[in-house]
């Protein structure tokens, strides 16, 4: 495990969104970050239904009143505390989770 900086927390409006695209495992793994005020919640971005990306424009993850998670794709809803699917055709399921911290008002993701 290691850790990754994403961004300064500043960088992501409160409340908002983020994507990211890290390298992981000889690969590139797609986040999102979401942001409640000084907490930040870290997702992979990968709807669990189809396994198609959620933001509807580049790092927007969030619904029009900014309490949820919306999948583009499937209209599917998440909890943003901890990525459970609410509503749509993966409801019960949840999105990856890596966990966050903010230090020094750094956000960093743990691989």
Do not use: W
């Not at 495990?1 to 390298?23: R, T």
């Not at 970050?33 to 870290?42: E, S």
Request: aromatic share 10%; glycine share 8%.
């Amino acid at each position: 495990m290691n850790d990754h900086k994403l961004c300064a927390l500043a960088d992501i409006p409160d409340p908002g969104s983020a994507g990211f695209e890290v390298p992981y495992k000889n690969q590139t793994l797609r986040l999102m970050a979401i942001r409640q005020k000084d907490t930040v919640y870290v997702y992979e971005n990968s709807c669990p239904h189809r396994r198609l990306p959620l933001d509807f424009k580049e790092g927007q993850f969030l619904d029009a009143e900014q309490k949820y998670i919306l999948c583009s794709n499937h209209v599917a809803l998440f909890q943003i505390h901890d990525g459970v699917c609410i509503e749509g055709p993966c409801k019960g399921a949840g999105l990856n989770t890596f966990p966050a911290q903010v230090q020094d008002g750094e956000i960093f993701v743990t691989l």
